[in-house]
């Protein structure tokens, strides 16, 4: 399932840092391949891939799936759970925004997408054991995109 995360959104991962600042709300697209790119508001797009790594948020795996952005200076998304609803109802996948930090000078900020078994994705690990208290339910879309 693909989800798209604008940068005043709710709140979304660590493999490759960006290497300049992101303006204020570009469109960032999240997947469970570990790709996606972010669009800047200019139209310039910059490809963002994950990878599996150990989640320190609550509950987090030992190898979950990991983006690592770099918000603009007090941009920072909200630090909390996505928590998606597939088809039916069923609880399938989670965007976990863990807080931002200071790495090396620059501001970072992972984003770990999990998704329940049984896919072959890299996102396919099973979901956090526990929640962040901000947390909040959405509905994906059966299309496949959910935004």
Do not use: W
């Not at 399932?1 to 490759?16: D, E, F």
């Not at 990991?66 to 989670?94: H, I, N, Q």
């Not at 900020?109 to 099973?126: C, E, K, M, N, R």
């Amino acid at each position: 399932m693909k989800s798209i995360i604008t940068g005043v959104a709710i709140a979304a991962m660590s493999c490759a840092i960006l290497s300049a600042q992101a303006p204020p709300n570009p469109t960032i697209t999240l997947n469970e391949t570990g790709q996606g790119p972010i669009q800047l508001p200019n139209g310039a797009v910059i490809p963002l891939v994950g990878a599996r790594m150990s989640d320190p948020g609550p509950g987090g795996l030992g190898s979950a799936l990991a983006f690592t952005l770099r918000p603009a200076e007090g941009s920072a998304f909200v630090v909390g759970d996505v928590l998606m609803l597939g088809v039916g109802g069923v609880f399938s996948d989670v965007i976990r925004f863990n807080p931002a930090a200071l790495i090396a000078g620059v501001l970072t900020q992972q984003v770990f997408f999990y998704s329940t078994l049984g896919g072959g994705l890299l996102a396919d690990t099973g979901l956090p054991s526990a929640f962040y208290a901000n947390a909040v339910s959405i509905v994906e879309n059966a299309a496949g995109t959910t935004v």
